[in-house]
C-alpha cells in the first residue's frame, strides 16, 4: 500500500475555511485626513492596526491550502515578532541573526533602507522552503538581518461612493505608515519591514 505524502503547508499560506464575509463602507472618524475613513460595517478596535484597516480572515487552517495566497494575520504577526514563515516558530539564530529567503532582493525606503513583504524563514527552514516554492526555485536570495521594523503595508486601495459604499481603486499597493491620507482608504492585507543590518549569506541548511 502507498502512503500518500501529506505536503507541508507554510504556516503563511492561506486557506480556503478562512474566508470571512465582510462589508466595507465609509465611515466619519475625526483623525482621518478628510474626516472620513474606509470602515466595516461592524467595525472592532482590532480591525486598524498602524492607523491602518486590516484584511479580515480567519486562523482556523482548514480547508484547502490556497497555495498562491498569504493569510493576513499570519503574515503580520510573523512580521511582528521575526517568525519563519514555513515553521511558524522564531526565525533568529542563535547569535542573533533573523534569516531570510526572499525571490527577490529587497526594495529600498525613501529613507534609503532596504524593505519587503515577505517573512523571515529560519535557517532550518530554507531548504524545504526552496523546494516548496516554484519561484524560489527559479531564483532565491538568502539574507540575515538584525532586526526589522514595520514600515508599510501591502494594500488595496478603495475610494469613497455614493450612500458610505466604497470602490476599489488600486490592488496590491505598497503604502508607507507615514502615508496618512492613502491609509485611510486602505485595506492592508500584508505588513512591510525595513531591515536592519541586512546582509547577503551563505545558503545552506542549518549547522
Ligand atoms: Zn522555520
Known sequence: MTVPVRR?????????????????????????????????????????LYGVLWYRQGITQTGRPLWKLVNTPRQRRCMMHMLCQVCGRP????????????????????GGLPFTHV???????????????????HEAHVYTALAAEPFGVVADLYRPAAGRKVVL???????????????????????????????????????
Not at 96 to 103: D, E, H, K, S, Y
Not at 176 to 205: H, I, M
Open 91 to 110: 526565525a533568529a539564530d542563535n547569535d542573533g541573526w533573523i534569516w531570510w529567503l526572499m525571490p527577490e532582493p529587497p526594495g529600498t525606503t525613501g
Open 119 to 137: 517573512p523571515p524563514c529560519c535557517r532550518a527552514c530554507i531548504p524545504a522552503a526552496r523546494a516548496l516554492c516554484p519561484r524560489l526555485r
Open 169 to 207: 481603486v488600486q490592488h496590491a499597493v505598497e503604502v508607507p505608515l507615514d502615508a496618512f491620507r492613502r491609509l485611510d482608504f486602505a485595506l492592508a492585507t500584508q505588513l512591510l519591514v525595513s531591515l536592519d543590518g541586512l546582509q547577503k549569506a551563505e545558503d545552506g541548511p542549518a549547522s
Open 8 to 48: 507541508l503547508v507554510p504556516y503563511v499560506t492561506a486557506y480556503e475555511g478562512e474566508a470571512l464575509a465582510y462589508q466595507l463602507i465609509v465611515d466619519p472618524h475625526v483623525e482621518a485626513t478628510d474626516g472620513i475613513r474606509l470602515s466595516y460595517a461592524d467595525p472592532v478596535g482590532t480591525d486598524w
